[in-house]
């Protein structure tokens, strides 16, 4: 169904990842506190080495942004690192445009490392941290660098928020904003309205919730009380379940992705594949888990695993999964990130051709695979040093609850080599 088109190796560990919501650019964030964004092929781009997006992949800029680990990223946002600071910075350039400072743990002066950030609109973002807060900043307001607060500060859950995945627009919004969205944390999901605070909380479902996303398709009908549409969110345990939008007090439905004697691998990253007629367009969510595998499952009332077992890594875990605007699949884990595309069945396509033609001819040619690319490095922070990231490291395994396999990584193919990245 699948197959792995490129693998990007990374200088060090992959913290986060972001995919431009209408460019083909990914960006990373790494453990020694570098971001780096790549510019992937665009299938007429035949210019950059023959159509299909299987052409060159440029490195647009590299620079270390952060004294400590980058530890999430969002597009139209910029990155942020553990040392308690936002930086908005161009994603063409890499230039730092402006910064801001996260307000410290309350009642103390300790710095509250974030834990997600995500563009609600081009005016909004949302910041959640380490001490369970999430932190609604508008970038209209008037600020002196480094000062800027959040004009809003919530608290949905006890423990850090793990995802947060947004609601889509009514239809009588004049923006077309999203002004509500779903979080997890710890072992519950709830519900923020950006005027009107929490909304609501679920029950305990006694498992650590991780990751989610929003499956919207006609085939996922509403049930009484509802509105049609569900989240879907990826625990601790390898089981994934549906929650019905408006029916946020209690999970729907479940999969289970992963078995175990004492439960099967952590389920650590979500992303909703496009629709396809190979899979007669059933809603079909990619799921990454903790030992390095990638399951697909399919959804609309199915609700059943695909015989798919996509591999990224053989010891460290999925920690990002994405979908780009050309339909590839993302995946990034350890230090690497994996491109993943649609497999085409040259053989059988050259059978039906020959059989028609009444005469053996000449098979097409396999897809190029992307050919390396000189990087560009954007410069470091002049005022930041190099420092060792290993407790960084072990602290973000040990808070995201990691489940690694022991055993000798596999040799990787189609490793792509960039110059300057030694």
Known sequence: ?????CTLPLTSELFTQALHPTEPLLAVGLSAGHVQAYRLPR????????GSGFGKID???????????????AFAIGGDGTDAIVKAASSHTGQVISKIAIPPVPETTTADAPTLLHALSPQTFLLATDSSALHLYDIRQPNQQHSRLPSQTH???????????????????????????????????????????????????????LCSALVNSPSTKAKQGGKGGKVIVGGAGGVLTLWEKGVWNDQGERVIVDRGAGGGESLDALAMLLPSPRWSN?????????????RLVKLGGLNKLTDTTLRHDDVEGVVGLGVDVEGRLISGGGTVVKVWSEMIDD??????DESEKGAVGKGKERRRKPTERGSSDSGSDEEEEEENSSDEQGESRKRRKKRRNTGVRKQQSHILGFKGMD
Not at 43 to 50: A, E, K
Not at 59 to 73: A, P
Not at 347 to 352: K, R
């Open 43 to 50: 299938d007429q781009d035949d210019s950059r080495g023959g």
């Open 155 to 209: 608290h949905p859950h006890d423990d850090y928020i793990s995802s947060l995945t947004p609601l889509p627009a009514s239809d009588a919004s004049i923006s077309g904003y999203s002004k509500q969205w779903v979080t997890t944390g710890g072992t519950t999901l709830a519900v923020t309205d950006l005027r009107r605070g929490v909304l609501v909380r679920s029950e305990d479902q006694e498992e650590e919730l």
């Open 282 to 294: 059933v809603p079909l969510a990619a799921v990454g888990l903790g030992d390095g595998r990638i």
């Open 59 to 73: 490195v647009q800029w590299r620079t270390r942004r952060h004294k400590g680990s980058c530890r999430c990223l």
């Open 347 to 352: 053989e059988g396509e050259d059978e039906e």
């Open 1 to 5: 169904m699948f197959e792995n088109i």
